[in-house]
């Protein structure tokens, strides 16, 4: 396992050092089972979504900030201001809809 950087005592150590975490069954399984992965898991990311819980602010914010952009988008006809309205306007829904279920206890 000698790598040539170290010398020969200390890479006698290391060697030692790894072999007797490589034998800790419980360290092994912490380690495997805190693995960050590269990307994250689809089932995951759904339950997390499922999940979410949002406050009556951050829906009051998400409301009145769509409504200023579709109005704005309407005054205007910027395709800024539309693309926007178009991005926040599925979260916005969203968080309602999270809102409204949390409120009729469903």
């Not at 150590?13 to 992965?37: G, P, Q």
Request: net charge positive.
């Amino acid at each position: 396992m000698s790598i040539g950087r170290l010398p020969e005592n200390e890479q006698r150590i290391l060697d030692e050092m790894e072999r007797a975490l490589r034998r800790d069954r419980r360290l092994d399984r912490k380690l495997r089972t805190h693995r960050v992965s590269r990307r994250p898991d689809p089932a995951r990311v759904l339950a997390r979504l499922a999940a979410y819980r949002p406050r009556v602010w951050t829906v009051a914010v998400l409301v009145a900030v769509s409504a200023g952009l579709m109005v704005a988008g309407i005054v205007t006809s910027e395709p800024g201001v539309i693309w926007a309205f178009a991005a926040i306007w599925p979260l916005t829904m969203f968080a309602v809809l999270r809102l409204m279920c949390r409120w009729c206890g469903s």
